[in-house]
């Protein structure tokens, strides 16, 4: 890997390491960007600050995934979460007594007495 790490962005830098780190090995992300900063050759004031600030650049870009306790790999290493389905929406009998109960009181209500 003979990339001029001082010309690439942070998110690209971490990419970088994450892919050659290699599927079966998700990196902690303090670690990881600590390394995403050493790359760089660039002296930081705030070592807090700046991780927070590549942290939220990580967090924005779709190429990396959270996999768990503070640990990151690349989203092309994870399968796409599938949606699931919702189930059927199914009411209980008492469920539907009480709501044709409750309507037929109102129904009872808002229609006139016979007055004949």
Do not use: C, H
Not at 12 to 33: C, R, T, V
Request: hydrophobic share 30%; glycine share 4%; aromatic share 10%.
């Amino acid at each position: 890997m003979g990339e001029n790490f001082a010309e690439m962005s942070e998110v690209d830098i971490a990419y970088q390491i994450l892919n050659k780190s290699g599927k079966d090995n998700p990196l902690y992300f303090k670690e990881w960007i600590r390394e995403v900063i050493a790359k760089q050759n660039k002296t930081v004031q705030n070592e807090a600050a700046a991780i927070s600030e590549i942290y939220t650049m990580i967090n924005m870009d779709s190429r990396f995934q959270y996999v768990k306790d503070g640990l990151w790999g690349l989203a092309e290493w994870y399968p796409p979460e599938t949606k699931r389905t919702r189930g059927s929406n199914k009411t209980t009998d008492k469920t539907v007594e009480k709501k044709s109960s409750a309507s037929n009181r109102l129904k009872a209500e808002e229609e006139p007495e016979d007055l004949s």
